[in-house]
């Protein structure tokens, strides 16, 4: 479990890196239809929040 939080942690810690390096707004445009990044986001958020 342990392995896996710190690799899930690495790995949410480059998407972030890479959606800061992306020109503004571009986390808030939706591809096909899908949410977009800060929408995902937001909902994994309060998906946690709901669930502790």
Known sequence: MRA???RLERTWSATLERVAAMPAGTADISVDG???FAQTLRHLV???INTT
């Open 34 to 36: 899908e949410w977009s």
């Open 4 to 6: 896996a939080w710190a």
């Open 46 to 48: 309060m998906a946690t």
